[in-house]
């Protein structure tokens, strides 16, 4: 009797389950599917993005897996104790970054070159107070080992943005792999795209509560009073600071805050300093350039300590520089070059911080062509200085601080064009494009807020290198992103960087490689 029940309750269930899958058209169950994995038309390609003809058979990727494996068996862990240690920063340079960057190299089989580096994890980015966090913050993480809260540098979480008197007591500054490394007599150096003073680098010398205070008019603006002035602002602690006053190369942007109007027009300081000359003054030795010229013909063996500052604030986008004929900015790679000169003389060796900057700030403002483009750059200084330097002796990592809301998206024919529009069209019969970012400015260029409709996005572009590209939601500058980044290591002890870890790790791991800081490290 009960099992006559449970098989008349069944068939009940299954008719009411069939009656609810009746009432759904067969079509739209079907074109569901369908619509996810869509259907395209073969186009002939051109001949400049055809695919290799091998790739349609198997033993093609057959082979190449067997040598993939083969290459992985045959590394062997350098355990070799590190002289030098360099970091390199691409800012904003998240996971969909780098996949659509390898379109500018020639196809997305091709790899960026610290892509062909033999070690390779994923960096936990948020921030003691932000699932999302900026690069200040951050660059206390990957450069100190301790993580802090949004908007603050060299500090520990007891300081909050803008707290003037936490700033002040020194018990809450923590310091960075650049003193750790000269602390044990190896030099140090840093070299960005953007300001010295601006919140990535700002982290190998600072301590901040608030990555805006570059020069004492912004500092004691938000500190007032005598304790305002008793405060070092983040220019003068990189020309006067325990960190910053021993750094022996400092190659970037940012020159407004480093003199007041009377030596230099757009000069921001108002305390009538100017702290190139005091640089200068601090030793005979001390050599201070401002164009790609002068840094190409500075002597690395007669350069006690080099200070670059080539631009008023960032400098300029790569794209920008080639199409400027009086341009005497240097580029990443001339700057990275120049600095591993300097280092080299160094007998201890050295730590290097390697930031390419523009990366993110060109996300900020929806320009995709530029930041894959400054990423592109940024592989060309890591393949130079891995040339420079020797496997056995010298760590390099790179990573990044945070990802942005830069998706690649979409169905598009291998070695297509990823700037052009998508295959196929939006619902509203309108293309879109496979770059687009979850939020920005550029949201009003692609959205037609009073018809409430999209604008056909191919009538807003331009083609040109500055081109902005959608974004979905309306902000002001569009936002960083939460998710992993990657981090690729090459060198004594780089096997340690692979896995899913804390991104304040990352100091410490190149610590132990160098023996240098207070933790563990490989001499032990």
């Excluded at 009940?12 to 619509?35: D, Q, S, W």
Aim: net charge negative.
């Amino acid at each position: 009797m009960v099992n006559k029940l449970v098989i008349v309750l069944g068939l009940c269930l299954l008719g009411l389950n069939l009656v609810n899958l009746a009432a759904v058209p067969k079509r739209l169950r079907i074109n569901e599917e369908e619509e996810m994995h869509p259907v395209f038309a073969q186009k002939t390609m051109r001949s400049s993005m055809r695919l290799n003809p091998e790739e349609a058979e198997q033993d093609y990727w057959l082979e190449a897996s067997k040598k993939h494996i083969l290459e992985k068996l045959s590394y062997v862990r350098n355990t070799n104790k590190a002289k030098n240690i360099i970091l390199f920063l691409g800012d904003g340079m998240g996971l969909a970054t780098l996949a659509a960057a390898r379109n500018l190299l020639g196809g997305e089989e091709m790899k960026l070159s610290f892509e062909e580096f033999p070690y390779t994890g994923l960096s936990k980015t948020y921030s003691v107070d932000k699932i999302v966090p900026d690069s200040a913050c951050t660059s206390t993480s990957y450069l100190c080992g301790v993580k802090a809260n949004y908007g603050t540098i060299g500090v520990n979480a007891h300081v909050k943005r803008g707290d003037c008197l936490a700033m002040a007591n020194e018990t809450n500054h923590v310091y960075s792999l650049g003193k750790w490394a000269m602390d044990k007599g190896k030099a140090a150096g840093l070299v960005t795209t953007t300001r010295v003073t601006h919140a990535s680098p700002s982290g190998v010398y600072a301590h901040t509560a608030d990555r805006e205070w570059e020069n004492n008019a912004v500092l004691e603006e938000a500190c007032p009073g005598e304790l305002g002035e008793n405060l070092n602002d983040i220019a003068v602690q990189l020309i006067h600071g325990e960190v910053g006053s021993k750094l022996k190369v400092m190659l970037g942007g940012g020159k407004r805050s480093f003199y007041a109007p009377e030596f230099y027009d757009k000069g921001r300081r108002t305390d009538g300093r100017n702290l190139v000359e005091e640089f200068e003054a601090l030793d005979e030795g001390n050599v201070f350039v401002k164009t790609q010229k002068k840094l190409l013909n500075v002597n690395a063996t007669e350069t006690g300590r080099l200070l670059g500052l080539f631009s008023k604030s960032h400098l300029h986008y790569h794209l920008e520089q080639l199409a400027d004929e009086e341009n005497n900015e240097p580029t990443l790679e001339e700057m990275t070059q120049k600095a591993i000169e300097v280092l080299q003389t160094e007998e201890q060796g050295y730590f290097l911080f390697v930031e390419g900057g523009k990366i993110d700030i060109s996300h900020h403002d929806t320009m995709a062509r530029i930041a894959l483009d400054e990423t592109v750059e940024l592989s060309k200084a890591v393949k130079l200085a891995r040339a420079m330097t020797s496997v056995e002796d010298t760590l390099i990592v790179v990573t990044s601080d945070h990802s942005h809301t830069f998706s690649l998206s979409g169905y598009q024919p291998r070695h297509s064009d990823i700037f052009s529009e998508a295959e196929s069209k939006g619902t509203d019969g309108k293309p879109y494009l496979p770059l687009s970012y979850a939020n920005g400015l550029s949201f009003d260029s692609f959205y037609n807020t009073e018809g409430h409709q999209r604008y056909d996005p191919l009538a807003q572009r331009t083609g040109e290198f500055d081109e902005i590209f959608p974004a979905m939601a309306p902000l002001l500058s569009e936002t960083h992103g939460g998710e992993d980044v990657g981090v690729f290591a090459s060198g004594p002890w780089a096997h340690l960087f692979t896995g899913v870890y804390e991104q304040n790790s990352i100091p410490h791991m190149m610590a132990y490689a160098a023996c240098v800081g207070d933790g563990q490290t490989a001499c032990d």
